[in-house]
Every structure is written in C-alpha cells, then in structure tokens.
C-alpha cells in the first residue's frame, strides 16, 4: 500500500546543532512530497515540496530536504536549529488516485534544548 | 490575505450530542478539504470539495458524519451523534486550484473532545 513513514515520534536537539528528520515512502510511481510543521496552537504550515528536478529542496526557515529515489526517502534537513523550530514536522505525499490525495506521515515532534 | 478561518476552536461536549464546524477558505480557492487529526498521529483526509461538489468523501463516516458547502465558498462538517473516538483536532484546508500537489493552507482546527 502507498504510505509515508516517519520513523522517529520525537528528537530532542541541542540549539545550534544540526538536524535531520527521517521519511520513507512506499509509491510506485515519482511522488509529489512535502514537509509541513505543525505549532503549537497553529494549523500546519509548508516548510518545502519536491516535483521533479533538482533533488535537493530548499524551503522557508533554513529548512532543506532531499529526494533520494534508491532509498525511497525524502529526510529534511537544517544546519543549525532555533528553539523556535520546537514543533512537529509532518512529511506527505500525493497519490495520485483520480484527485490526488495528500497522505501524512504520524509526524517528528522536535524539542529543542538550550 | 486572511487565512482559513475556522470556529469554535474548541468543543467539549458528551458522547451521542451533536456537533458542527465551520471553515471559511481564503478567497477564491476552489478546494476545500476537512481532515481529522487524532493525538499522535498525522491528518487523515475526511472529504474534498471541488467548489461545491464532493470529489473525494471515501474516508468520512458517513454513518455520523456529513459536510457540505452549498456556496462553493464557506463549509460545515457536522457529527451526530458523536462517539468518544471523535475526539480530535478537526482541521480544514483549501487550495486555488483542484491539484492535489499544490500547497494547501490550513486553518488553526478545532479542538473537539468528547466525554
């Protein structure tokens, strides 16, 4: 079956370190991909998406994430986390099922600590 | 740009009541989306509007739930009668065009327990 897996439920990061978040997904075909972060409070907000192309995304927030086919995995990146990236992350993907579907991951919850 | 507007934020009400929601998309998107939310996981679609007509209600609960937006602008979800695994964050989203690919802006959710 189509899915997207997040296999980590929650990271704890120093501030100022880097981080990587994890996602794997199972399509047979090229997916549409998307990273969304969800506040506290807030509704979910797009980080970045990947098409086709450029494998490597950059996005808003110093965010950036890249597409690798032989692994099935599209893991985001930032070089250097800010306590205010304490949120959770959801990695989706586009079935294209007649009209197109987006299907979420469970999410990466994130703390940051000083 | 308003963004999606959506109330009450929060519910509480007692298993077998009935509840209803309401979104308002931002202005001029054709898509309308309501997704349930439940604690620990991610949104799972319940029903897509293309303007007023229904493209995809494959995973509402038709049994207790229903939606609908008459207008093609603003929308209601409504359950009745609720069951304590309603409980959830119930959030609505819309897009400019009918792609599913295209980003999808999301209102805050409403917070809905049921006791």
């Known amino acids: 079956a189509q899915s997207v897996t997040q296999p980590d439920i929650h990271i704890t990061v120093s501030e100022g370190a880097s981080l990587e978040l994890r996602c794997n997904y199972s399509?047979?075909?090229?997916?549409?991909l998307f990273w969304y972060v969800q506040s506290p409070g807030q509704g979910l907000q797009l980080l970045l998406k990947y098409f086709s192309g450029d494998t490597l995304v950059q996005g808003i927030k110093g965010f950036e994430a890249e597409f690798k086919r032989s692994q099935s995995s599209f893991n985001l990146r930032k070089p250097s986390v800010h306590w205010s990236d304490a949120a959770e992350y959801f990695c989706?993907?586009?079935?294209?099922?007649?009209?197109?579907?987006?299907?979420f991951g469970t999410g990466t919850r994130l703390l940051v600590s000083p | 740009e308003a963004g999606v507007a959506q109330s009450p934020r929060y519910k509480i009400i007692e298993k077998r009541q009935s509840v209803a929601f309401w979104c308002n998309p931002i202005s001029g998107h054709a898509t309308l989306y309501w997704y349930q939310q439940i604690l620990g996981q991610g949104p799972k679609l319940l029903i897509q509007?293309?303007?007023?007509?229904?493209?995809?209600d494959s995973q509402l609960p038709k049994d207790r739930f229903s939606a609908e937006r008459l207008k093609g602008v603003d929308s209601t979800l409504k359950i009745q009668p609720a069951k304590l695994e309603d409980s959830a964050v119930y959030l609505c989203?819309?897009?400019?065009?009918?792609?599913?690919?295209?980003?999808?802006?999301f209102g805050p959710g409403t917070r809905l327990t049921v006791l």
């Open positions: 399509y047979g075909a090229t997916p549409y």
């Open positions: 989706a993907v586009v079935l294209n099922t007649g009209f197109q579907k987006l299907v």
């Open positions: 509007f293309q303007n007023n007509g229904v493209v995809d």
């Open positions: 989203a819309s897009t400019p065009t009918r792609g599913g690919h295209d980003e999808q802006f």
